[in-house]
């Protein structure tokens, strides 16, 4: 339980909403001016989202617990928030729960074994027997030919979802607590268009300024355990790189 709050904690204060901390529970506020409550429950181990409101409109209420939901998934994104479901009324107004939910598989840290991924690639390329290889690559270059760097990266980004990077992050050996992780995490939220994703790739970059923060920058693009993120560390690398160098 101390691992997943401290997961939540983390979360929330590398990401944009004021995060406000009492005897094990939070008051998160959000740029909208809506206040939700996180409590922690040690005596069944389980973490509530918590929002009170004075609303008389219904539907008013729903879509606001609807954006409520979708900030907090946005914001403890190695969580599943469940559907908000009305509690008991209070003080004449409305009280929202739902659960927030850790992915236990953040606790698991594979071991990158590099060998291992070579043999992998090699399997895929053996579509080649079929004599389709030649075509496929023809395809493959002709539909890249003229994206830009960052609308590759966003190819990549968007044939992975959330708890695909958490498991990439782990196998690059990325510390829950690392500011490259947190950053990269962060980025993996920009991914509408690419301008989007190079305005948050240039704010972000100015986080990476310790020399153990640029170390480690360095040693995952040298790893490159994964080839959808290959695109935007290698952006997020040239940010940070080519701006020591300027200076």
Request: charged letters at 30%.
């Amino acid at each position: 339980m101390e691992e997943k709050v401290s997961i939540i904690r983390e979360s929330l204060q590398a990401g944009r909403a004021d995060l406000l901390e009492a005897s094990g529970s939070f008051r998160v506020g959000f740029e909208s001016g809506q206040t939700v409550y996180i409590d922690v429950e040690t005596f069944d181990t389980s973490i509530t989202a918590r929002f009170e409101t004075k609303g008389a409109d219904s539907e008013k209420r729903h879509n606001e617990v609807e954006t409520l939901r979708k900030l907090l998934s946005r914001e403890i994104t190695p969580a599943d928030i469940s559907e908000f479901s009305e509690a008991a009324p209070c003080n004449k107004g409305f009280v929202y729960t739902a659960g927030i939910y850790v992915d236990e598989s953040i606790f698991f840290h594979e071991t990158i074994v590099m060998g291992a991924r070579q043999s992998d690639k090699v399997e895929v390329l053996s579509i080649e027997e079929d004599g389709s290889l030649v075509n496929v690559m023809e395809v493959a270059t002709e539909s890249t030919i003229a994206l830009s760097p960052a609308e590759v990266a966003i190819e990549n980004l968007e044939t992975i979802d959330a708890k695909m990077i958490r498991q990439s992050l782990d196998m690059m050996n990325l510390r829950r607590s690392s500011t490259v992780r947190m950053v990269l995490t962060r980025i993996f939220r920009s991914t509408e268009d690419p301008e989007e994703l190079m305005l948050a790739i240039q704010n972000e970059a100015g986080k990476i300024f310790s020399l153990g923060d640029q170390e480690e920058l360095q040693m995952i693009k040298k790893i490159n355990v994964n080839e959808h993120l290959a695109p935007v560390i290698e952006l997020l690398y040239e940010e940070v790189f080519g701006k020591n160098i300027k200076s």
